[in-house]
């Protein structure tokens, strides 16, 4: 069900209240979260839709994308799924044992949940996040309460109707080694009756909660299949909040690996304290679009984010991801680094600012992109910006856009290697520099197969 609004006289289609009033029925949620729902669906329709006249959306295309046509995914039935979904089964290979796997899987309408004794006997949750709602109440709600960053029509849209996601909560003085591991399986198109054109729509949320001088891994795999048959579009507007209190560390690996049809629309956020740290690393491997915003506070002395990423596009596929570095306090610091390689017809923006109080003297923040083009159509913009209010600091950014070297293809094809061998060398090493720095074990290797296995793709 749909409803329209008058936005500029035009009538907008958009996805009916009534869905968040079901959504908070089917899932018997306290008043407390129905009402926070209701303000956020309250706020969503008076936000306007953002177009490409934003500097954060010149990049997305998000005129072709019709809400009104779009039906949330019912709530996901918990149970095993009938087979493990193919990028999860190939992680798992890489990695090292997981001390908890979490599986979202929308093709078959089914989630799972499965934790080690380990992290249970420290006292670690790991709980789909419907369930967190009552069993973590005052944790939940003191969270929910913080409020900053960006809030756009696609982040209160996940506020108000999120329907799945995970909660993540480490006691103090925990240190957890083995990987927290978290798998989004889209359907390759949306199922719908002959009569029914709507696309289906996720909105998972994610909040990990780690306290004092605790520290975990974190691997995200938002994945699809990829298939020429999906017609329907599939939206995935996610929402992801760490919360990492002083001293605390936690290292984050995020896969995105979808279909020609999905649109995926990620929001990151870490609060950081005092000496702790955040250390991102994100991969953009498939999907018609993608916009990714990737938040780093930092609250408090000694803080640090470490921010990287790698994307390789191809086809016709659109890359949007936006780092925004805030600095807070003083003696805070941040590293941010992404390479992007892209053939075919495919796009790429990267804008990336460093945002620096007046009390945040001290501050180190330094930003590097650089975007490697493998075709004649492919398109990248780097625009890194620095927002500067105090004036003790050390802030830099560096960005480049350039195609394959000629010379280097000329080398290593005289030494033996085919045209693709070499290129695929290339595009290894360019992405190899900021591959090595992912301190959870196993990523690498993921993701290098995963990006051989595309570059050879047409």
């Keep these: 069900m749909s409803e329209s609004l008058q936005v500029d006289n035009l009538q907008v289609s958009t996805i009916a209240r009534e869905k968040v009033e079901d959504l908070c029925r089917l899932n018997g949620e306290p008043n407390w979260l129905k009402d926070k729902r209701l303000s956020a669906w309250e706020s969503y329709l008076q936000c306007p839709m953002p177009t490409v006249k934003d500097e954060d959306w010149r990049a997305t295309l998000v005129g072709k994308l019709d809400l009104g046509k779009l039906c949330p995914a019912a709530p996901l039935k918990e149970g095993k799924t009938a087979s493990t979904p193919a990028l999860l089964t190939a992680a798992l290979k890489d990695l090292a044992k997981p001390g908890a796997i ?88 949306a199922t719908t009756a002959a009569k029914d054109p709507s696309g289906l729509a996720v909105f998972p949320r994610v909040i990990i909660n780690v306290e004092e001088n605790a520290s975990i891994n974190f691997v995200s795999i938002v994945a699809s299949e990829k298939t020429a048959e999906a017609t329907e579009t599939v939206l995935a507007a996610s929402v992801v909040e760490f919360h990492i209190a002083a001293g605390a560390k936690v290292s984050v690996a995020e896969v995105t690996n979808l279909g020609p049809e999905v649109f995926f629309v990620n929001r990151v956020r870490a609060y950081v304290a005092r000496d702790a740290v955040i250390d991102f690393s994100t991969a953009g491997l498939g999907g018609k679009q993608t916009k990714s915003d990737i938040e780093t506070i930092l609250m408090d002395r000694g803080a640090h984010a470490a921010v990287k990423g790698v994307v390789f596009g191809g086809g016709a596929e659109r890359y949007a991801y936006n780092t925004i570095a805030e600095h807070s306090a003083p003696d805070t610091t941040s590293n941010i680094n992404f390479r992007v390689a892209l053939k075919d017809k495919s796009a790429s923006i990267y804008q990336g600012i460093v945002k620096v109080d007046k009390v945040a003297q001290r501050t180190d923040a330094y930003q590097s992109n650089k975007n490697l083009l493998l075709g004649k159509e492919a398109k990248a913009d780097s625009i890194p910006k620095l927002e500067i209010l105090a004036d003790d600091v050390k802030c830099s950014h560096g960005a480049t856009v350039s195609p394959v070297d000629k010379e280097q293809l000329f080398y290593l094809t005289c030494r033996g290697l085919t045209a693709p061998e070499a290129e695929e060398l290339i595009v290894t090493g360019f992405f190899q520099q900021v591959l090595d720095t992912i301190p959870i074990q196993g990523v690498v290797n993921f993701l290098a197969a995963l990006t051989s296995d595309k570059l050879h793709k047409s």
Excluded: C, W
């Excluded at 996040?129 to 029509?153: N, P």
């Excluded at 996940?158 to 925990?174: C, I, M, Q, S």
């Design 102 to 189: 979490y599986v979202e899987d929308y093709a078959s309408g089914q989630m799972s949940v499965a934790v080690e004794a380990e992290l249970s006997t420290a006292k670690v949750v790991v709980s789909p996040f419907a369930q967190a709602v009552e069993s973590h109440k005052a944790v939940l709600e003191k969270l929910f309460a913080e409020k900053r960053g960006i809030q756009d029509k696609f982040t209160l849209m996940n506020e108000a109707l999120a329907g799945g996601g995970l909660f993540v909560h480490v006691p103090k003085n925990t240190r957890v080694e083995a990987p927290v591991v978290m798998m989004l399986n889209l359907p390759e198109k």
